[in-house]
């Protein structure tokens, strides 16, 4: 029989590539335009942004206060204002960690509901381009890697590219995975850094800020989480 009576892939265009790409820009487009407009902009936003920098100031006016005014150990009465010198600067220290979670709060929604919709959008158009080839690959990628690159391809072991010596199996072809996974880290990474909101210093962390949140500590604590195994593992990190 003919090659091509073997072959069930169709060939995925340049057109459909652009076409992919063009829809991730556009989606995140959106979402960063959404967020922009209705949690960045919102006077709540706006409110817990100056308390988060009224608590930075006041932190750092009391940490430098503390550095230049030390206190020396030899009495009693150099004891105990030693010691309210250490409990404001943590006051100061855990109103600025909380000021930093509210913030943190409100980037949170938008980033979620983002991965939700590219969550969706991979489904639909997955479902379109589900069995087109992208490409083949010059080599053969291991078992583990062939998960991704061939995911969503079923053809006959016998499906090769006209003219191509190179190409010495079907392992070698690469399904729609690969351009989505290269969409969102590329495309979809550039129109995120340059039209979406960046969480201020302190409240950038992601879930490690609220970790850091005295109440964020109490509760983990609370279940039974060893706040030194976690720190330990940030080290790690």
């Not at 409110?47 to 006016?61: F, M, N, V």
């Not at 995975?177 to 210093?201: N, R």
């Amino acid at each position: 029989a003919d090659k091509n009576d073997h072959q069930t892939a169709s060939i995925m265009t340049a057109s459909d590539i652009i076409y992919i790409i063009t829809t991730v820009a556009v989606a995140q487009t959106i979402c960063d335009g959404l967020a922009n407009r209705i949690t960045y902009s919102s006077d709540v936003y706006k409110q817990r942004l100056a308390a988060l920098e009224r608590a930075r100031i006041k932190r750092d006016k009391a940490v430098a206060q503390a550095a230049q005014n030390p206190i020396a150990v030899n009495s009693n009465s150099s004891a105990k204002a030693r010691e309210k010198q250490t409990k404001k600067v943590q006051r100061a220290e855990e109103d600025f960690r909380v000021a930093a979670t509210s913030v943190s709060q409100k980037h949170m929604v938008p980033n979620v509901l983002t991965g939700i919709t590219f969550y969706m959008l991979y489904k639909i158009l997955n479902l379109e381009y589900q069995g087109k080839i992208v490409a083949m690959l010059p080599f053969t990628p291991w078992k583990f890697f062939q998960r991704f690159t061939m995911r969503g391809l079923k053809f006959d072991p016998e499906f090769l590219f006209e003219g191509t010596k190179r190409i010495q199996g079907p392992e070698q072809a690469c399904g729609f995975l690969i351009v989505y996974l290269l969409s969102t880290l590329s495309v979809k990474f550039m129109v995120k850094q340059v039209l979406g909101a960046k969480p201020p210093s302190g409240a950038d962390k992601g879930l490690f800020t609220m970790i850091d949140d005295p109440r964020g500590q109490k509760f983990l604590t609370s279940l039974g989480v060893d706040m030194d195994d976690i720190n330990e593992m940030r080290k790690r990190m």
